[in-house]
């Protein structure tokens, strides 16, 4: 029988990773994304590898729009579903509080409701965030940390994570919520930290630019690599039962290390180059997050395989190689 899963977000980070993680396990996967033609092809390239793979198909879907989503899987009849299309910035949150709720709250409540009506046998993945600990900072957090979210982003994840347990609870439905702590790769949008990191050093090494500005360096984050924290997306759906599961390395390290490895790396001196910025400060933050991976290695028998130094390196060398291209 043919496996077909549903990816949202498919252009995205994680969506990309997963797209074709799943091609290479032999699924049909019908990626969406949310169709604005000045950024098309900007966003497409992620998806160079697999975008001519016949068992690759790109749909155009406002997860806010619940007709879409049943017309899709009607049209598909996936046994999986992934949702990993999201409002997914922190600071964003704030200043579009309502945009965050509609697409992170009423995308997945979308889903959940489409699956409970179409077919309560097609198993679906919610991305979930460390963030809705958010000043909760007794570490390490497990599945059973106090949620303590403290911006409009970790709210609306919030509310879909109880709604995945609500609907698992109420209708017996396949739904598991992954609370991925922070994942980084080459692929991270550049208004993220790691990215815009590594793309400074990049570029000050080969004289395209000369400063750095950012805001709260002192922040702490438990750093994995997309690409493996995909891959526990997916364990997630092949078990018995449907649970949340907390992806996480199990150490915790702060935005000034990260940058401290990189500029070392480019052998550039940070002090040179870093100017703190208020303009990056968040009206609440998050001050440290660190996570017990225990119970994905114990269940799932997912580990991270990349350690924090190795993904450092590995992101400052893609944004060289890149950068290069300009100069
Ligand atoms: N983005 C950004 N830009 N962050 C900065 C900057 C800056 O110039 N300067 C300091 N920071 C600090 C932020 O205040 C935060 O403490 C930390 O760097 C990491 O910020 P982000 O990279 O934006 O990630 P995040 O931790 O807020 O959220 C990410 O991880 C979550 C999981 O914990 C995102 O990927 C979320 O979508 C994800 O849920």
Redo the contacts with the bound molecule.
């Keep these: 029988m043919e496996k077909v899963a549903i990816v949202t977000g498919a252009t995205g980070q994680d969506g990309s990773y997963l797209c074709e993680l799943l091609i290479s396990k032999g699924y049909t996967v019908i990626g969406t994304m949310r169709r604005t033609i000045s950024e098309e092809s900007e966003r497409l390239k992620f998806l160079t590898k697999i975008m001519d793979n016949q068992k690759f198909i790109l749909e155009d879907c406002d997860i806010q729009d619940a007709s879409t989503i049943h017309n899709l899987i009607r049209k598909y009849n996936p046994i999986e579903i992934y949702n990993l299309a999201?409002q997914?910035?922190?600071?964003n949150s704030f200043t579009s509080p309502m945009t965050t709720i509609q697409i992170n709250t009423v995308g997945p409540l979308n889903f959940l409701e489409a699956i409970k009506s179409i077919n309560p046998r097609i198993r679906f993945y919610q991305a979930s965030?460390?963030?809705m600990f958010g000043d909760n900072v007794i570490c390490p957090q497990n599945e059973n940390s106090e949620f303590s979210p403290v911006s409009p982003?970790a709210c609306a994840?919030l509310a879909s994570h109880h709604l995945v347990g609500t609907y698992r609870k109420a209708y017996g439905i396949y739904a598991c919520s992954g609370i991925?702590?922070?994942?980084e790769s080459p692929r991270r949008g550049e208004?993220?930290?790691?990215r815009?990191i590594t793309k400074a050093a990049a570029r000050i090494k080969l004289g395209l630019q000369s400063e750095l500005?950012?805001?709260?360096?002192d922040?702490y984050?438990d750093w994995g690599y997309a690409k493996d924290y995909v891959v526990a997306m997916w364990m997630m759906l092949q078990q018995d039962e449907p649970d949340d599961y907390l992806v996480a390395t199990g150490k915790t390290t702060s935005?000034r290390d990260f940058m401290n490895i990189v500029f070392t790396e480019a052998g550039l001196n940070v002090d040179d180059h870093l100017v703190i910025?208020p303009k990056?400060?968040?009206p609440c933050?998050?001050p440290k997050?660190w996570g017990d991976p225990a119970k994905a290695k114990r269940i799932l028998g997912w580990i991270p395989k990349t350690t924090f130094r190795e993904l450092a390196v590995k992101m400052y060398k893609s944004d060289y190689k890149l950068e290069k291209q300009n100069v």
Excluded: P, Q
């Design positions: 999201a997914s910035h922190v600071g965030t460390s963030e982003y994840k991925l702590f922070n994942h208004n993220f930290v790691t815009k500005r950012l805001g709260n360096i922040a984050r935005v910025d990056f400060y968040r933050e998050v997050l």
